[in-house]
């Protein structure tokens, strides 16, 4: 692409009203096709009779999800399955809102930073206290795709999709300024783009920010883990109040880089990310790593091949690796046992093993390049060279080991959305890094004494 794109933001100096408002539009773009973006076909309905089963997602690729369950009711003609799906920006107040109102839902989709909230108040159930079969998967799960399912000592769910928060580059930029590998601490990146900044390149950082947004947490909590940091301690209480602490070092590199050196600016979406690094006019980004596959994709990339994953920054370089998926609520079970029944075949459908494969899984990794939990996945030879075309697998072995999911608590989910409007503000030069995470800390605490009292 040569010129600004159609309806992107590039300059930093956007009003934040202006950029914030921009953000819903943005999250409706299908341009680039990735697992927390819209795009919704007319619904089909589920064979008639037997057991029904209503499933909520968020709305990507709905057109598959339907796909997939017309192929599981070939293979279970007695269960039928409602599809219903919601804006993944509005999907933790959707949820919320449905759970209390008891809309009927047996199979929904979850996350880790809302799992312990769901959890906690009876809406989602165990799947081991239903399913013994549940626990044979504990070895062929990734840890931190477990960790990021479970409550406790209990397992919630088995994987829809399992990814990192990565940093990416556009390697021949760098080979082009003489740069023989990327950045392996913040401050050498800072190094590199200034070096970058004096070949002409404006904003050789750019990175996805919209308050309404749970990813910039995400990504924000990758970058720490790359300095090997952690948010909370086992307590829960926050560990940023210390000027030190690996979460204030990188809010305080995020806000110099954005207003003092400049060197970085932000978009409202992963799919404005994905066209900007594919102008030329940035080297680095930090998005989910699926957003890679998008970008050495030869038919729709005119830089594909250009661009790689490395390790987070950071003195450890481990990153935030996450799993979302599929749980049974609580109305589930309380419709009876062949309700209970259908949903377990659903889940070890789209979750688990069918006839000795990970079906659905393996086809969101061949199709749509998604990550996924399921570690025999990974030395699957069609997969291996489906992943081999966009990514050094190599270098994501590396990262799968090192990732680590985050501590996740009952207020969390409602934290975030006051810490992403922080967060937003320090970057875009509204308030200070001090002013954003002691605005955070007072909030956390807030919250953790209501919820623990």
């Not at 989602?124 to 409550?151: C, G, N, T």
């Not at 769910?157 to 003489?178: C, R, V």
């Not at 996945?377 to 291996?384: A, I, K, Q, S, Y």
Request: net charge negative; glycine share 8%; aromatic share 12%.
């Amino acid at each position: 692409m040569n010129g600004q794109p159609d309806g992107l933001t590039t300059g930093r100096r956007l009003s934040r009203r202006a950029f914030l408002g921009r953000a819903a539009a943005a999250a409706a773009l299908t341009s680039v096709v990735g697992p927390l973006a819209a795009c919704k076909p007319p619904q089909e309905a589920g064979a008639p009779g037997g057991t029904n089963l209503d499933f909520v997602i968020w709305s990507y690729s709905v057109e598959t999800v339907q796909s997939n369950i017309n192929k599981f009711q070939e293979k279970y003609p007695d269960i039928s399955v409602n599809l219903s799906d919601f804006s993944w920006n509005a999907y933790h107040e959707t949820m919320v809102n449905r759970f209390n109102s008891k809309t009927p839902m047996d199979v929904a989709y979850d996350g880790g930073n809302w799992l312990p909230e769901f959890a906690k108040a009876g809406w989602v159930v165990p799947l081991a206290d239903h399913f013994a079969w549940v626990e044979d998967y504990r070895d062929k799960i990734f840890d931190f795709a477990w960790q990021d399912m479970s409550d406790g000592d209990k397992v919630y769910g088995l994987p829809y999709y399992a990814d990192t928060q990565s940093f990416l580059y556009n390697e021949k930029i760098l080979e082009d300024a003489g740069i023989s590998e990327p950045p392996k601490t913040w401050e050498e990146l800072t190094e590199q783009a200034k070096g970058l900044q004096g070949n002409g390149m404006e904003f050789p950082v750019i990175i996805e920010m919209a308050q309404d947004l749970p990813t910039i947490t995400e990504a924000f909590t990758s970058m720490v883990f790359g300095r090997g940091g952690e948010m909370f301690d086992t307590e829960a209480n926050p560990l940023w109040t210390d000027p030190a602490s690996p979460m204030a070092e990188q809010m305080h590199w995020l806000v110099d880089a954005a207003n003092k050196d400049s060197i970085l600016t932000f978009v409202p979406h992963e799919t404005n990310a994905v066209r900007e690094m594919n102008t030329g006019r940035h080297a680095f980004t930090v998005l989910y790593n699926y957003n890679l596959a998008e970008l050495n994709n030869v038919a729709r990339s005119p830089r594909a091949g250009q661009f790689k994953l490395a390790l987070m920054p950071g003195e450890t370089q481990e990153c935030y690796g996450f799993a979302k998926f599929y749980n049974v609520t609580q109305m589930a079970v309380d419709r009876g046992n062949d309700v209970v029944d259908a949903c377990g075949e659903f889940i070890e459908y789209f979750a688990g093993e069918t006839d000795g494969d990970y079906v659905v899984a393996k086809r969101w990794a061949l199709e749509s390049g998604l990550g996924f939990g399921q570690k025999p996945l990974f030395n699957d030879p069609e997969v291996r060279k489906s992943l081999s075309k966009w990514m050094d697998l190599d270098v994501r072995q590396q990262q799968l080991e090192s990732a680590r999911a985050q501590r996740y608590t009952v207020w969390y989910g409602i934290w975030d959305e006051d810490f992403r409007r922080e967060y937003a503000s320090a970057v875009s030069g509204e308030i200070s890094a001090e002013d954003a995470l002691a605005n955070a800390a007072e909030r956390w605490n807030e919250l953790k004494k209501q919820y623990s009292g």
